[in-house]
């Protein structure tokens, strides 16, 4: 079931954000100022591309990494890699998981490297539901009830791009009580 899990959609950056990104590296940095035209255009586009394919995010790995630091589940996956057991099953409610990184663009103009264009990657998954089964020392994704996902990618703190998301792949859970519906009146004929 990991391989299922995946972003509703991929977070992508254009060309406008590369070049808003450099705008703001060139106030910082005079080497990428000096030559701030000959990146904008077909080289932000490239940088766009290349940022894309960095910028695939593996969801369940970060919801996973949140996971495990929950003691429920830690201890359970501690248990599950020593011994054999059946699968400890941990339902979690409503939760918020957090996670930072770094992309790092290098670039060059005619020759010479510019220096790196850092960015920070932050993601936020808020989770209505989750149940999962910890096995072999690993946790397995069970079911997932209503997640959401905001990706910030930022260069210091000004934001580049915000991309909001679902979490799509994965059966909804069953243990999540379903609201019940409204009061119907329903009428039976028997004929006698």
Same mark, same amino acid.
């Given at each position: 079931?990991?391989?299922?899990?995946?972003?509703?959609?991929?977070?992508?950056?254009?060309?406008?954000?590369?070049?808003?990104?450099?705008?703001?590296?060139?106030?910082?940095?005079?080497?990428?100022?000096? /030559?701030? =035209?000959? *990146?904008?255009?077909?080289? @932000?586009? $490239?940088?766009?591309?290349?940022?894309?394919? #960095? +910028?695939?995010?593996?969801?369940?790995?970060?919801?996973?990494?949140?996971?495990?630091?929950?003691?429920?589940?830690?201890?359970?996956?501690?248990?599950?890699?020593?011994?054999?057991?059946?699968?400890?099953?941990?339902?979690?409610?409503?939760?918020?998981?957090?996670?930072?990184?770094?992309?790092?663009?290098?670039?060059?103009?005619?020759?010479?490297?510019?220096?790196?264009?850092?960015?920070?990657?932050?993601? /936020?998954? =808020?989770? *209505?539901?989750?149940?999962? @089964?910890? $096995?072999?020392?690993?946790?397995?994704?069970? #079911? +997932?009830?209503?997640?959401?996902?905001?990706?910030?990618?930022?260069?210091?703190?000004?934001?580049?791009?915000?991309?909001?998301?679902?979490?799509?792949?994965?059966?909804?859970?069953?243990?999540?009580?379903?609201?019940?519906?409204?009061?119907?009146?329903?009428?039976?004929?028997?004929?006698?």
């Amino acid at each position: 079931m990991h391989d299922a899990v995946r972003l509703s959609a991929p977070i992508e950056v254009t060309r406008d954000d590369v070049e808003r990104a450099l705008f703001e590296q060139s106030t910082d940095e005079l080497a990428v100022a000096r /030559v701030f =035209d000959r *990146l904008r255009g077909a080289p @932000a586009e $490239r940088a766009a591309e290349a940022l894309n394919h #960095a +910028l695939e995010v593996d969801i369940f790995e970060v919801l996973a990494q949140g996971w495990a630091r929950v003691p429920a589940v830690r201890s359970a996956v501690q248990r599950s890699a020593l011994m054999e057991v059946p699968p400890a099953l941990v339902n979690l409610g409503r939760h918020n998981i957090a996670s930072t990184s770094r992309v790092v663009l290098d670039s060059s103009v005619a020759q010479s490297a510019l220096p790196p264009l850092t960015l920070t990657l932050e993601i /936020v998954a =808020d989770v *209505l539901s989750a149940t999962l @089964a910890a $096995r072999e020392g690993r946790i397995e994704l069970v #079911a +997932l009830g209503e997640a959401s996902v905001v990706a910030r990618l930022k260069y210091k703190s000004v934001l580049v791009k915000e991309h909001a998301t679902g979490v799509s792949g994965v059966l909804r859970d069953p243990f999540k009580r379903q609201p019940s519906a409204p009061d119907r009146q329903a009428s039976v004929d028997i004929q006698i």
